[in-house]
């Protein structure tokens, strides 16, 4: 008996004494049968928050323009989302992300590095560092051998830690538990099964590597720090698009097509090719919903970066918000979405924000400091990359 | 190697979810049918009580039914579903006072004895974490990743113990028969 065949019988086992509340569920329930089922997918976040103010008394919208006129008077500065129609979608296109400025390109001052890694990835690595990069070698060379293991939970560490950094290796080599025979043996080394031949690996690395190397050309040495973070939020942005379905990291990047996590990911890819101390950050809204998106250090402070609700608004509402911010957002049913935790009482705790790195789930608290300045007013944004949108 | 077999992808449990939203009974009943089983494994898994599972099973969707319009597709809708389950085990244990059942409880006397050995074996030799992975993944058919997120353990300690509880299984039913 394989160790999947012993999991087809515990699912067996399970289904056969389910027992069957179905009647009891449906009496209590105040569904009605044959009610209209929507059959086109629900678009996340914005359009259903545009249809519920939509969808509000006359009045409702008076309260909320004097409500923003109160808090500019109160917090001397503008919110765009209460102070323009909420209604409305937005009014301009987006332009098309290819687009470059007449002119000769600059040279790129970042080149993609295969061995880029999160700082917070790397400091958990520690030592393990230099075997993270045989590995990486290994994927890159299609060397299917790697030795110098001490143990298996140490080479299943680095190979997650691989899915987030370095996207096609887990496109390009056979799943750890997809074999009964051991991808580790007892000397310490590791046997990658590579799914594809020599020369569709090689072309699909090479495919990724100019994607990524194509997203940081833009960025000049001659930008600040706000500048760079500013054109990966918008490449990020501008390339990617919504999808309900997830799929693995590598294609939700090649495809342009993602759900938050992907947004995130891939934005915070970006920011380890450029050196910035990025965070994933996840949390759950009221309906104990789960959405992602950066944290990142700007200008020696932290800031919360959404590309996925960006794409809906486009006028860089969620490029650096604070905490405030965040938690003053237009769309009620996501202002405490702050909180990533695996029980009741850290889902409640407001204004806690718990951020890691996705594969590891080992979560870091850090003290989110509450800044005054929003990067979205200043002319240091508004100056830069004017075509992208 | 995807364990589980479900026959609705992620996106038509998605609509169905959202169907639901729109307070469609047919919905309701075609998502027990579709993921009851992997419900009522997870909370058997953690309750360790037959009884106390079956009341999670069914607050499980009855809350569905209150919910549904608060769900946004995110790709993973069985582990909002399991998460539902996770919260509602979360708080029957606290009611109880009590963390984890002390002895396992399975009711149902009438279940074929090969079954009920495979699910006491779940529930005796596996330690809590080694069950629940194994139950999730294998019974409820979420991915690994899922997994580590709906227990919020590292992805790695996920994947070896899954393996390691399997083996064991597999060592133990062996010997059994």
């Known amino acids: ?389 | 190697m995807a364990i589980a077999s479900f026959v609705l992808a992620d996106s038509d449990l998605d609509r169905l979810i959202a169907a639901i939203a729109a307070r469609d009974a047919d919905a309701l009943t075609s998502l027990y049918h579709e993921t009851s089983t992997g419900v009522y494994a997870y909370a058997l898994s953690v309750l360790k009580s037959s009884y106390d599972a079956e009341d999670v099973l069914q607050d499980t969707f009855l809350r569905i039914s209150q919910t549904a319009g608060n769900y946004r597709s995110n790709g993973k809708p069985m582990a909002w579903i399991l998460t539902i389950t996770k919260h509602l085990c979360m708080d029957l244990l606290r009611q109880q006072k009590k963390t984890t059942a002390l002895s396992y409880d399975l009711g149902v006397p009438e279940a074929d004895p090969d079954d009920r050995l495979v699910v006491e074996a779940c529930l005796q030799i596996l330690t809590d974490e080694e069950r629940q992975i194994v139950v999730l993944y294998a019974v409820s058919g979420i991915k690994h990743r899922e997994v580590a997120e709906v227990m919020g353990l590292p992805l790695s300690t996920v994947l070896s113990k899954y393996r390691r509880a399997l083996k064991k299984m597999k060592t133990y039913l062996g010997k059994e028969r």
């Open chain 1, 1 to 389: 008996m394989t160790v999947n065949r012993t999991a087809r019988e515990i699912r067996r086992a399970f289904e056969n004494i389910t027992p069957n509340v179905l009647d009891r569920v449906l009496s209590q329930s105040s569904l009605k049968k044959g009610a209209v089922t929507p059959m086109q997918e629900k678009k996340p976040f914005i359009p259903y928050a545009i249809q519920k103010i939509a969808s509000a008394a006359a009045v409702v919208v008076l309260l909320i323009a004097i409500g923003a006129v109160a808090l500019m008077i109160l917090n001397g500065r503008t919110n765009p989302q209460l102070s323009d129609n909420p209604t409305e979608p937005p009014t301009e296109a987006p332009t098309d992300s290819e687009e470059i400025p007449e002119g000769p390109l600059p040279q790129p001052y970042f080149t993609y590095s295969p061995y880029a890694v999160n700082a917070y990835s790397k400091e958990e690595m520690g030592e393990d560092y230099s075997l993270y990069c045989a590995l990486v070698d290994a994927v890159l060379n299609y060397e299917t051998r790697v030795s110098g293991f001490s143990s298996e939970e140490q080479f299943l560490n680095l190979w997650i830690t691989m899915r987030d950094e370095l996207p096609p290796a887990w496109k390009l080599c056979a799943g750890y538990l997809d074999f009964d025979e051991p991808y580790i043996y007892a000397d310490g080394t590791v046997e990658l099964k590579f799914v594809l031949d020599k020369n569709a690996h090689m072309a699909l690395l090479d495919a990724y590597a100019q994607r990524i190397q194509r997203d940081i050309s833009t960025l000049l040495e001659t930008d600040t720090e706000v500048e760079r973070i500013a054109k990966v939020y918008q490449c990020v942005v501008n390339s990617m698009k919504y999808s309900g379905t997830q799929q693995r990291l590598y294609d939700a990047i090649m495809n342009n097509r993602g759900v938050s996590s992907d947004f995130a990911e891939y934005m915070m890819i970006l920011l380890n090719q450029i050196g910035v101390e990025c965070y994933f950050a996840q949390g759950y809204g009221e309906g104990i919903e789960v959405h992602t998106w950066v944290i990142a250090k700007m200008d020696g402070k932290y800031y919360h970066f959404d590309p996925t609700w960006e794409q809906d608004f486009r006028n860089w509402y969620w490029f650096a918000i604070d905490d405030q911010l965040r938690r003053d957002s237009v769309l009620p049913e996501w202002r405490n979405l702050f909180i990533m935790g695996g029980d009741y009482e850290d889902v409640n705790s407001e204004g806690v924000i718990v951020v890691g790195k996705i594969s590891h789930f080992t979560y870091q608290r850090i003290p989110l400091p509450i800044c005054t300045e929003k990067y979205k007013e200043d002319s240091r944004c508004n100056g830069i990359a004017p075509w992208l949108w």
